[in-house]
């Protein structure tokens, strides 16, 4: 925060170049915590986006569709068995 040349206490506060006095001063830290509350938010959703759904759907394949084409296969091309 920077100071103003005059003594009364106001303030400038470097984000927004307002002017603020010593009890909204509070408030911008707040600010910053819903800042990085937002952004785990984000990286969750990246993370979760990109990494663990499609991991989830590809091995939902291997493990359920890939034994069952395998058993069609087999009973469609050896009817005897």
């Given at each position: 925060m920077l100071e103003t040349?005059?003594?009364n206490g106001a303030a400038i506060d470097g984000r927004t170049m307002s002017s603020v006095g010593d009890d909204e001063s509070v408030n911008s830290a707040s600010m910053d915590l819903k800042?990085?509350?937002?952004f785990i938010g984000a990286f969750y959703w990246l993370v979760m986006t990109v990494l663990i759904v499609p991991g989830a759907v590809v091995a939902t394949f291997v493990t359920v569709?890939?034994?069952?084409?395998?058993?069609?296969?087999?009973i469609a091309q050896f009817p005897f068995l």
């Amino acid at each position: 925060m920077l100071e103003t040349a005059s003594t009364n206490g106001a303030a400038i506060d470097g984000r927004t170049m307002s002017s603020v006095g010593d009890d909204e001063s509070v408030n911008s830290a707040s600010m910053d915590l819903k800042k990085m509350i937002g952004f785990i938010g984000a990286f969750y959703w990246l993370v979760m986006t990109v990494l663990i759904v499609p991991g989830a759907v590809v091995a939902t394949f291997v493990t359920v569709m890939v034994p069952t084409m395998l058993i069609w296969y087999a009973i469609a091309q050896f009817p005897f068995l």
